[in-house]
């Protein structure tokens, strides 16, 4: 029951820093780079790399969004939740109307999928859902969500959200792959007269890979 077909890896939102920095701030085009740097490292999946720049900037503006965004994306891909969670649950209490912020969030709550325990996914759950508040089209949540419930066997669910994340990204082939299993299964049990999980009289039950 793996969390996502192979080849692809668990998405993390990056921040990058805009063009309205004030003349008088003369380290602010260092901090810009700086941080987009960072978001570049983190898009190769080199977040060691992506720390040694983040964590400077951090100290410097404790505050900015998207430094924790950026900080938070880079412990999730080096499977540090707890220290993911510390960064970004400090930013979303700052910005609660960052998006980015809520779907790292989520990441972070959940840890691995296949060893997340309930607790884990409804604190991941309840982060996204607020990510999908703020941007109702935010980049991988209906993915995201949609896997969490196939993992926790509430197929109708599931199924729901990767139908969202494909009309949100119709491109999206994983939401595809996942759509297609769950739609086999479903034609499998209809022919034996059988619920599908998430139904009335349905049990939960993972699709499999």
Same mark, same amino acid.
């Given at each position: 029951m793996g969390g996502a077909p192979p080849g692809r890896k668990w998405a993390v939102a990056c921040g990058s820093a =805009?063009?309205? %920095?004030?003349?008088? !701030?003369?380290?602010?085009?260092q901090f810009r780079r700086t941080l987009n740097e960072s978001a570049r490292l983190l898009s190769q999946n080199r977040p060691g790399e992506a720390l040694e720049r983040l964590l &400077?900037? !951090?100290?410097?503006?404790?505050?900015? &969004?998207? +430094?924790? =965004?950026?900080l938070g994306g880079a412990y999730i891909l080096q499977r540090k939740w707890?220290?993911? +969670? #510390?960064?970004? #649950?400090?930013?979303? *209490?700052?910005? &609660?109307?960052n998006a980015a912020l809520w779907?790292?969030?989520g990441a972070a709550e959940l840890g691995r999928l296949e060893l997340s325990g309930? !607790?884990?996914q409804e604190r991941a759950i309840a982060a996204y859902e607020r990510a999908l508040q703020v941007? &109702? +089209?935010?980049?991988?949540?209906?993915?995201?969500?949609?896997?969490?419930y196939k993992q926790r066997g509430e197929l109708i669910r599931?199924?729901?959200?990767?139908?969202?994340a494909l009309e949100v990204s119709p491109a999206d082939r994983d939401a595809r792959y996942w %759509? *297609?299993?769950?739609?086999?299964?479903? !034609?499998?049990?209809?022919? #034996?007269?059988?619920?599908?999980p998430g139904e009335p009289g349905g049990s939960n039950m993972a699709a499999s890979n």
């Open positions: =805009i063009e309205t %920095m004030s003349k008088d !701030q003369e380290n602010d085009d &400077p900037l !951090q100290k410097a503006k404790p505050a900015d &969004p998207d +430094v924790a =965004i950026n707890d220290r993911a +969670v #510390r960064v970004l #649950r400090r930013a979303v *209490d700052a910005h &609660p109307d779907t790292n969030l309930p !607790q884990q941007d &109702p +089209v935010a980049p991988n949540v209906h993915y995201h969500l949609g896997l969490i599931a199924s729901a959200f990767f139908q969202r %759509m *297609d299993k769950i739609g086999g299964l479903e !034609q499998e049990l209809k022919q #034996r007269n059988l619920p599908l």
